[in-house]
């Protein structure tokens, strides 16, 4: 096998891959291994498998090459784990897990492994889609695509899971005639959550918030929208603007050569005041 061209490292891929697997192996063995490895099973370790995922996220969209290897590595620490892990029970072992991925591929892919002809990206995702729902289907006897949209409820973040469901739903025909029509669901789902707050159980209270967020994430469907990278894009805003004011309230007080004042010294005023000022900060740095 010969090196990539974007690798100066000597080291044959499969190599280094199974240095790894040997390294997680010898972690897991109980003639010396890791004690705090050796105590984690598949459940334990579902936290860092989403901290890892969410971590390698971050470094792509922050652009760092450097990171995102790193954090690349610590999610395929997680996968070879979970294989070390599951072969010792006689389950599987990595090798199921990347043959299974590399026939799924092929599989999906008949435009570049088969005899299909495809005319653009749009015919590519359509028989994407079929293939994979006729997969779905011979995996289970139950009618519709119920069986899938549990899935994404069970397995993806709420607002990621709300999109995918409310997507393959329309997909089908259980969709609004117009966004009017979404709007108007928005106006209603408001008003009840409104009199959930006022007048009813926690409870109900929770549920009308999940009806109003689920139809807001329908909006942004229908307007080509995501919804989870406006609200990723709206924390990152707010912690960037609170750390001016943060920032802006030590100057202040090196200034005068006095302590800084905590920020519930601060009127409501003066901390708009100063958010206002972070924030045409931030858009003049753009």
């Not at 192996?25 to 010396?32: C, F, H, K, M």
């Not at 729902?133 to 119920?146: L, S, V, Y």
């Not at 009199?195 to 109003?212: I, M, V, W």
Request: proline share 5%; aromatic share 8%.
């Amino acid at each position: 096998m010969s090196n990539s061209p974007h690798n100066p490292s000597s080291v044959p891929y499969l190599n280094a891959l199974q240095h790894l697997v040997e390294v997680v192996a010898q972690l897991r063995s109980p003639q010396g291994g890791c004690p705090w490895d050796l105590e984690q099973t598949p459940e334990t370790l579902i936290p860092y498998v989403l901290e890892e995922a969410y971590e390698v996220v971050d470094a792509i969209r922050q652009g760092h090459q450097e990171a995102i290897a790193d954090e690349l590595g610590d999610l395929l620490l997680q996968v070879v784990l979970q294989a070390q892990i599951a072969s010792e029970f006689n389950h599987f072992n990595l090798a199921t897990v990347a043959e299974g991925i590399a026939a799924k591929l092929i599989r999906r892919h008949p435009h570049v492994f088969g005899e299909v002809t495809v005319e653009n990206i749009d015919e590519v995702r359509q028989n994407w889609e079929q293939i994979k729902a006729q997969e779905e289907t011979e995996k289970t006897t139950a009618p519709g695509i119920a069986p899938r949209l549990q899935r994404y409820a069970r397995s993806l973040p709420a607002i990621t899971a709300a999109l995918k469901i409310s997507q393959k739903a329309a997909g089908v025909g259980f969709e609004w005639e117009n966004v009017e029509g979404v709007w108007a669901k928005f106006h209603e789902e408001l008003a009840e959550f409104e009199q959930a707050l006022r007048a009813e159980p926690k409870e109900n209270q929770q549920a009308e918030l999940g009806d109003l967020l689920f139809t807001l994430v329908n909006l942004a469907r229908w307007y080509d929208l995501d919804p989870d990278e406006a609200l990723q894009g709206t924390n990152r805003r707010f912690v960037q603007r609170f750390e001016q004011v943060e920032q802006a309230i030590a100057q202040m007080s090196a200034q005068t050569s006095g302590e800084p004042r905590s920020l519930a010294n601060y009127s409501l005023d003066e901390l708009e005041q100063l958010w206002q000022q972070a924030k045409s900060k931030l858009a003049k740095d753009k």
